[in-house]
C-alpha cells in the first residue's frame, strides 16, 4: 500500500497500519505535498523514530534538519504559526501511537535511512535566509573556518571554528569596535514573530527584545576574514534564540566604539535552526 501519511482522525491506538508508505525527501520539499503537510509528516517521522530509537545521531540531525526546513517554507507560503503548532501536536500525538514494531513504520525508516545516505555526503547547501542565504559546509579543516555563515554589512556570522568544534561568532571588519552585543526577540514578552513591514522598524523595541553579550573580542584570523577586524564569540544559548526565531523575523548585532557610539547590523533568521542541524550531522 502506497501514499501518504494521513493525520489522525479515530484510530484504536496501535491497531491497524498507523502510517503509510512516505517518500521522505530531507533536501527538498515534495512538489506534490503542500508545505504544511510536509512538516506535519516529517514531525510524526522524526517523532516516531526517536520515540522507537530507530536513527543514529547523525540520521536524527537530518530528520531535525528537515522539520525545520518544511516549518520555514510552510511559514514563508502563509501558514500561521498556530496552524503549524496543532500539525506539530496532532504529529506527536499520533507517533505516540505507533507501534514500534508497525511495518509501515520500518519502510518508512528505512527510506529515510536511504535518503540520508546520500545526503550525509554532501559537504555543502545553502539554506534560505530572510535577506541572504546561509552557507553550511561540513568539511572539517585545521585552520579557523566558518563552518554556517551569513554575509551582512562588512560583518560575517555565523558558527567558526577549527577541527569539528565551533562557536556562534561575529567577524566585525571594523578593529575599532570594542563590544558586541546581538538582539533578538524575546518570546516571553513577544510570543508573536515580529515581521517587518513598510514603517516598523526591522527588529522588536528593547521591551520585547533580549540581549546577548559577546565574549572579547579578539583579532580575527585571516581565514575567517582577509580584510581583518575584530572576531566576537556567543553563546550557545544565543544561537538556540535564533532558532527558535520564525524564518521570516529579523535579529540584529550592535556594534559598539571606544566613545560609545553605535552602529547596528540587521540579518535573517531563515532556516538557520535547518542549517544547524544539517551541520550537527557530521564533518567530512
Known amino acids: 500500500m502506497t501514499g501518504r501519511i494521513q493525520e489522525p482522525r479515530r484510530h484504536s491506538a496501535r491497531k491497524g497500519p498507523a502510517v503509510m508508505l512516505l517518500s521522505v525527501a530531507l533536501a527538498a520539499t515534495p512538489a506534490v505535498a503542500g508545505p504544511a503537510d510536509t ?40 501558514s500561521s504559526e498556530t496552524e503549524l503548532s496543532d500539525r506539530r501536536i496532532r504529529a506527536l500525538s499520533q507517533a505516540g501511537r505507533i507501534a514500534c514494531d508497525d511495518r509501515e513504520l520500518s519502510v518508512v525508516a528505512e527510506r529515510v535511512r536511504s535518503a540520508f545516505s546520500a545526503w550525509a555526503r554532501t559537504p555543502r547547501m545553502d539554506f534560505p535566509g530572510e535577506r541572504s542565504a546561509w ?38 571588519e571594523d578593529e575599532q569596535v570594542v563590544t558586541a552585543r546581538l538582539i533578538v526577540r524575546d518570546p516571553g514578552r513577544a510570543p508573536s514573530a515580529w515581521l517587518a513591514r513598510a514603517g516598523m522598524a526591522d527588529t522588536p523595541p528593547a521591551s520585547a527584545s533580549r540581549v546577548f553579550m559577546a565574549g572579547r573580542g579578539r583579532a580575527v ?18 544561537a538556540n534564540a535564533i532558532g527558535q526565531l520564525d524564518p521570516r523575523e ?24 535547518a542549517a544547524r542541524a544539517f551541520l550537527a550531522m557530521g564533518t567530512l
Not at 523514530?49 to 526546513?69: I, P
Not at 555565523?158 to 568544534?165: I, Q
Open 135 to 172: 552557507q553550511v559546509v561540513r568539511s572539517a579543516y585545521a585552520s579557523q573556518s566558518w563552518r554556517v555563515r551569513q554575509d551582512g554589512d562588512r560583518v560575517i556570522f555565523g558558527f567558526a571554528g577549527a577541527g569539528t568544534g565551533h562557536t556562534l561568532a561575529l567577524a566585525v
Open 221 to 238: 584570523p585571516e581565514t575567517l576574514n582577509e580584510r581583518g577586524g575584530k572576531l566576537f564569540r556567543f553563546s550557545t544559548a544565543a
Open 250 to 273: 529579523r535579529f540584529a548585532v550592535e556594534l559598539v566604539q571606544p566613545n560609545g557610539a553605535t552602529r547596528v547590523v540587521t540579518l535573517g533568521a531563515g532556516d538557520f535552526a
Open 39 to 78: 512538516y506535519f509528516e516529517r514531525s510524526l517521522v522524526a517523532a516516531a523514530g526517536a520515540r522507537c530509537q530507530m536513527f543514529d545521531a547523525a540520521t536524527a540531525h537530518a530528520l531535525e534538519a528537515g522539520v525545520a526546513q518544511s516549518r520555514g517554507a510552510a511559514l514563508r507560503a502563509g
